[in-house]
């Protein structure tokens, strides 16, 4: 099992919790980014830089993926696809997308992205904090733990 991380837009704490549990489980990770990423040395960590472009890192991330494995991105869509593989996805906020609750992620997001284009100013997400820190670290070491029996 690997992780991948759709790194563009992955808080650094997040980055920073995956990096100390890949060097913890022994858990290859790799950041996919259309921008250099900085990576602590370590045998399990690396970055994989792509093109610029809408999609390309989702893209790779999907074409180098295994059933099994995990992906950490806040992207529903690519969420979607990770899961259509048979593999793992979670958000930086600590929530794993399965395959009852994508479709409903999926709706709000489209439902969201209509109210945009017409003008609605939706606001963004709040910032991460602490409970959700907390949340990710906790369900990604559940997850961790659970794929790393199976194996």
Avoid at 84 to 107: D, F, M, V
Avoid at 118 to 123: E, P, Q
Wanted: hydrophobic share 40%; charged share 25%; aromatic share 4%.
């Amino acid at each position: 099992m690997k992780i991948w991380v759709d790194a563009d837009a992955c808080p650094v704490v997040i980055k920073n919790i995956l990096f100390k549990a890949a060097e913890r489980t022994k858990t290859q990770l790799t950041l996919v980014a259309n921008q250099p990423m900085h990576t602590p040395p370590s045998r399990y960590i690396k970055s994989l830089r792509v093109a610029q472009g809408f999609d390309v890192a989702d893209n790779e991330i999907v074409k180098r993926l295994n059933i099994g494995d995990l992906v950490v991105t806040g992207d529903i869509p690519l969420a979607a696809e990770v899961i259509e593989k048979g593999s793992h996805a979670l958000n930086p906020r600590g929530e794993l997308y399965s395959t009852e609750n994508i479709k409903s992620r999926l709706n709000m997001r489209d439902f969201m992205e209509t109210l945009r284009a017409s003008g609605v100013n939706t606001g963004g997400p709040p910032a991460l904090n602490q409970n959700d820190r907390k949340n990710f670290a906790n369900n990604l070491d559940k997850l961790l733990t659970k794929l790393g029996n199976q194996s």
